[in-house]
C-alpha cells in the first residue's frame, strides 16, 4: 500500500480513520477485490498500531466490503452476483424514496450542479475513460440526494453505492452502456426540472434493469474485468 499518512482529518477515533481510508480505497478500485490485507502494511499506511486496524476490518468486514479468514487473514470481498443483483434493488427502492422526499427541496443550483456533471461524463465518454465515468456516476447519483432532508436515508444509499461501486469497478468498459447511462442521467435530469417523479422512478427502475443485465453478461462471460457504470 501506499506511504505512511498522518492525516489532521478530525476522525473520532484511530479505528474510524483508519476505516474511513480503507473503506475510500476498496470504493475507489485501488485496491482490488480479491487483493490480501496486511495488518502491519496496513497501520504502516495508515500511522497507527495494529488494533485500530483490526477494529476496521471487523467494520467493513460487516459491511460486505472485506472477509475475514480466522488464522489465513483478511481480503477484500469479492463480488457475488446474487448479492450485487439485491444491492441494486434495494437501492433503486430507496433512490425512489429519495427522490420523492428530495425534490421540493431541490434549487436551481441542484440542476446546474448535475448539469455540470453530466458534462464531465460525456467527456469521459468520449475519451473512453471507466474511471471517471465510474467516479462520475456515483458522483451524480449521490448529488441527486444532496438537498435530502433525511439524513439516515441519504446515508443508506451512500453505503449501497459504495457497494455497487466496487462491482462496477471489476467491469469491462462497454461503449454502448456508458453512452447509454450519459442519456439516461440526461433523461432523469429533465423530468426533475419538470417535477415529473412517475418518470424519475421508471428511469431509476431502468437505469436498474439495464445494470442487472450488463452484470449478468459480463460475469456469464469473464467474470472479471473492468468497468461501466451501474
Known amino acids: 500500500m501506499a506511504t505512511p499518512e498522518n492525516s489532521a482529518v478530525p476522525f473520532t477515533t484511530k479505528s474510524q480513520f483508519v476505516y474511513e481510508k480503507l473503506r475510500g480505497r476498496i470504493v475507489s478500485g485501488e485496491n482490488k477485490p480479491g487483493e490480501r490485507l496486511i495488518l502491519r502494511k496496513v497501520a504502516a499506511m495508515a500511522g497507527t498500531s495494529l488494533v485500530p486496524v483490526r477494529e476496521a476490518l471487523n467494520k467493513l468486514e460487516a459491511d460486505g466490503l472485506v ?3 480466522p488464522h489465513v487473514g483478511a481480503r477484500i470481498a469479492t463480488p457475488d452476483l446474487e448479492k450485487i443483483e439485491e444491492t441494486l434493488l434495494i437501492r433503486a427502492s430507496l433512490e425512489i424514496l429519495g427522490v420523492q422526499v428530495t425534490l421540493p427541496h431541490f434549487t436551481e443550483a441542484d440542476f446546474e450542479a448535475l448539469d455540470a456533471i453530466i458534462l464531465e461524463t460525456r467527456w469521459a465518454v468520449e475519451h473512453k475513460d471507466p474511471a471517471n465515468m465510474n ?3 456515483r458522483e451524480f447519483h449521490l448529488r441527486l440526494y444532496q438537498p435530502c432532508p433525511l439524513p439516515r436515508l441519504k446515508k443508506m444509499i451512500e453505503d449501497l453505492w459504495d457497494e455497487s461501486q466496487i462491482s462496477s469497478n471489476l467491469l469491462e468498459f462497454i ?3 456508458a453512452r447509454q447511462n ?9 423530468f426533475l426540472r419538470k417535477r415529473d417523479v412517475n418518470n424519475v422512478e421508471v428511469i431509476i427502475i431502468t437505469q436498474r434493469e439495464n445494470a442487472k443485465s450488463a452484470l449478468r453478461n ?3 462471460s469473464k467474470g472479471e ?5 451501474m
Open 67 to 69: 472477509t475475514q479468514i
Open 135 to 137: 467516479r462520475l456516476n
Open 175 to 177: 461503449p454502448q452502456r
Open 182 to 190: 450519459l442519456a439516461e442521467h440526461r433523461r432523469l435530469v429533465h
Open 218 to 220: 459480463q460475469f456469464q
Open 225 to 229: 474485468s473492468k468497468c461501466t457504470s
